[in-house]
């Protein structure tokens, strides 16, 4: 089994800053991708941002320039550094992490996080 452990979710003033975290634990092999998405109330859950093994980076329109995904692959932890915050990044977001664990030998997986909220708002 893999589990995901989110932080960082909180409420800030529009153009403040907050940095989301998700580790990974359990019975894994190896990690591919890992992204952030989140989803607004009445709305469908969206892309913000994935980050290769390799760290090859892909962003959401509406994340380019104020938020930055990274990974560290020694704690299979994966950020995501939000700036400038806007009120529609109000949000649920969740992590999602890709790849290969033990289970009578390998088996791929893709498990997502619990959901941290973000709100943003005066």
């Known amino acids: 089994q893999v589990q995901l452990a989110e932080s960082g979710g909180g409420l800030v003033q529009p153009g403040g800053s907050l940095r989301l975290s998700c580790s990974a634990s359990?019975?894994?092999?190896?990690?591919?991708?890992m992204g952030w998405y989140r989803q607004a109330p009445g709305k469908e859950r969206e892309l913000v941002a994935m980050?290769?093994?390799?760290?090859?980076?892909n962003y959401a329109d509406s994340a380019k320039g104020r938020f930055t995904i990274s990974r560290d692959n020694t704690k299979n932890t994966v950020y995501l550094q939000m700036d400038n915050l806007k009120p529609e990044d109000t949000a649920v977001y969740h992590c999602?992490?890709?790849?290969?664990?033990?289970?009578?030998?390998?088996?791929?997986?893709?498990?997502w996080g619990q959901g941290t909220q973000v709100t943003v708002s005066s």
């Open positions: 999602n992490v890709q790849g290969l664990r033990y289970s009578a030998g390998l088996r791929a997986f893709g498990e």
């Open positions: 359990g019975s894994i092999f190896s990690i591919n991708d």
């Open positions: 980050i290769t093994k390799n760290g090859n980076t």
